[in-house]
């Protein structure tokens, strides 16, 4: 199922409080509660009672999730976390949490400094800009899983799904891992839990794009099922370099 869908969140109250936990990643409920309903007139706890009420039935339909802290996060419908080792490497593959986001961005940004992988460049920029990881509400959503050794992410995999009818049938994908655990199979770990999750929703296709000069990206989705669909020559440039983008797609 994924994500609940938030266009049939109808009683106001719930959709103030499911927009404020969405804009926000995660957020304490006290916090919560003091920002979207004013204090309560002495002996008459009648705010109090309402947002307690909402946010119950949030949680009771699937839309929001909290944890033993009080911290409030959109709830995910995924499968819990996977373990594998490989070269006597402990791997966890499970969805990202809200906390993982600077290590999300860390591993983007280190990917980046040794391939030239633009697009997931844009998303970490995105990222740093809203200081939010996860994405779900009537535009579109945004989905993350990671790879993690002894806590770390060593590896992600990313989408973004719009909610545009036109294209609600799609999803685009980021993947990465760093440089010191490929080879390891991550990559493809990552990758078969993306696709697994977009299935169950219901997506029939997923696309990205990758540098022409990526070639060894180019050759792993190509080696798991991926066609290039078109090329977009001199679409990057980089210095005084121009670089064709590939667009690789794979029906589901």
Known sequence: MGMTDPLSIEESDRTSIYEYVEAHGAVDR??????????????????????????????????????????????????????FTADDVAVTIRPARQEDLSGIVGAMRRVVEEMTYIEAETVADELDHEDVLLRHNEFESRMFFVATVDDDVVGWAHLHTPNLEKLSHTAELTVGVLEEYRGMGIGSQLLDRALEWVRSRGHEKVYQSVPSTNEDAIEFFEDRGWEIESVRENHYKLGDEYIDEVMMGIVL
Not at 43 to 69: M, T, V, W
């Open 30 to 83: 006290d916090r919560a509660r003091a920002e979207l309903f004013p204090p309560d007139p002495p002996g008459e706890p009648q705010h109090s009672r309402a947002f307690q009420h909402n946010l119950a039935i949030l949680k009771r339909d699937g839309y929001l999730e909290e944890d033993e802290n009080g911290t409030l996060r959109i709830a995910i419908d995924a499968a819990d976390e996977e373990e």
